[in-house]
């Protein structure tokens, strides 16, 4: 059973950064592409970035480009995001994602977490 727990969201005023987390279980981690996607009220389920399994390639959004990075941890089964700059757009439910190999399309992903919500203040 392939499990997904993100922690790490919260309220944040603009300009500010923060961290989040996503723990997996359940298997190879290192074998599997992962994802943050994140969905905001009323809107579809965007990615946000994307890393490969070996953490050597990765994607980003254009939003987000240059204000986020992605990375992971394979020893410790865990995947960051680390959110810089953040702005009131960035408000959302951010979701990790493992599947196959890194897409951009939601639906390439078999396991998902719960989510976690991030809200940034102006």
């Known amino acids: 059973q392939v499990q997904l727990v993100e922690s790490g969201g919260g309220l944040v005023q603009a300009g500010g950064s923060l961290i989040l987390s996503c723990a997996a279980s359940g298997r190879t981690f290192s074998e599997y592409g992962m994802a943050w996607f994140r969905q905001a009220p009323g809107k579809e389920r965007d990615v946000v970035a994307t890393i490969s399994g070996s953490g050597g390639t990765t994607y980003y959004a254009d939003s987000v480009k240059g204000r986020f990075t992605i990375s992971r941890d394979n020893a410790k089964n865990a995947m960051y995001l680390q959110m810089n700059s953040l702005k009131p757009e960035d408000t959302a439910v951010y979701y990790c994602?493992?599947?196959?190999?890194?897409?951009?399309?939601?639906?390439?992903?078999?396991?998902w977490g719960q989510g976690t919500q991030v809200t940034v203040s102006s």
């Open positions: 994602a493992t599947g196959l190999v890194p897409t951009r399309r939601a639906n390439g992903y078999a396991y």
